[in-house]
């Protein structure tokens, strides 16, 4: 099942039958032909944020999706810049 995608729904259940007892990791991994890392990687993930965990593909969770925004903002306004500073530039050259 190599580059098989789960929804945040399908993982948090197999989480919860991890967390709750009713599972071990080998048996799941074995049941759903994945790794076992990756399972225990699941369960890592939804005990540091229960309610955030796996946010999905292209879903960032709310903190990563404000830094990437900044980090867009920042990038804009760096351009900017660069742009002003040639144009002053451009009209110091041309005012003489």
């Known amino acids: 099942m190599k580059g098989k995608r789960f929804d945040s729904e399908f993982k948090k259940d197999i989480v ?12 799941l991994a074995e049941e759903l032909g994945l790794h076992e890392n990756t399972i225990y990687k ?9 309610e955030q965990a796996f946010p999905g593909s292209g879903n960032l969770k709310p903190d990563a999706d404000e830094l990437r925004k900044a980090q867009r903002k920042i990038k804009e306004l760096e351009n900017e810049v660069a742009i002003l500073k040639q144009a002053a530039v451009y009209f110091a050259k041309n005012s003489k």
Request: proline share 10%.
């Open 42 to 50: 699941w369960i890592q993930q939804y005990k540091e944020n229960p």
């Open 16 to 27: 919860k039958l991890y967390i709750n007892g009713e599972r071990t990791c080998p048996s």
